[in-house]
């Protein structure tokens, strides 16, 4: 009896020693992983592509900031929001967007999955197609605030991050300005990106 209290006292110690070590490396290894890369499936879907890179700027990692790109077809479910006169067989593209992204990433626990609040400001352009009518083109600057969680998956490397951006359409200017087609304001803009720390 008395070897099997020792044997079990033994292990426990040996494991929970060996959680603690491994739960400070990890904490460890993500403090020195600077870099981060994002990308949003959806692009992928929607014949485009969607792409952050982020660097850490402060020594504790809550706050980085970076450079995102994006490009694809706009979606039948969101074309009707984001554009006037402007109907779900229009065919709609995102030409190319290019924008500053910041991020400040709240500390609840000893985790690194928490959530965040940022921020993107950065330019874009879309091109409407209609059949019978000449194209048109409309390039705008963007300021879309964002709320969104980073869930870490795999060793504080791997995460998703869903978020909810309020996109704010500022000064749309369109290559044919008699044409009806233009841009709202505002759009409330769901997304969910696959992202890796380096």
């Known amino acids: 009896m008395k070897q099997l209290l020792f044997a079990t006292f033994f ?3 040996f494991i929970f020693n060996g959680v ?6 990890n904490a460890d290894a993500a403090k020195d992983r600077d870099w981060g890369i994002e990308v949003e499936p959806s692009g992928f879907l929607f014949r485009g592509y969607g792409l952050q890179v982020t660097r850490n ?3 504790d990692n809550r706050f980085n900031i970076g450079l995102y790109s994006a490009v694809l077809d706009i979606p039948d479910w969101a074309k009707e929001g984001i554009f006037k006169n402007v109907t779900k067989e229009t065919d709609v593209r995102l030409g190319f967007e290019l924008a500053l992204v910041a991020r400040y990433k709240f500390k609840i626990g000893q985790k690194e999955t928490n959530p965040y609040i940022g921020f993107i400001g950065g330019w874009e352009y879309f091109d409407i197609a209609k059949p019978l009518v ?4 409309i390039s705008t600057f963007v300021a879309t605030p964002m709320i969104g969680y980073e869930i870490y998956l795999f060793k ?6 869903p978020q909810i951006r309020g996109v704010f359409y500022l000064a749309p200017d369109s290559d044919q300005p008699t044409r009806t087609e233009a841009i709202k304001p505002f759009f409330a803009l769901p997304t969910l990106s696959l992202g890796i720390k380096l």
Request: proline share 5%; with cysteine.
């Open 156 to 161: 504080q490397m791997l995460y998703i991050n």
């Open 134 to 137: 000449p194209n048109v083109r």
């Open 57 to 59: 700027v402060t020594k």
């Open 20 to 25: 603690t070590y491994a739960q400070e490396a």
């Open 11 to 13: 292990c426990t110690v």
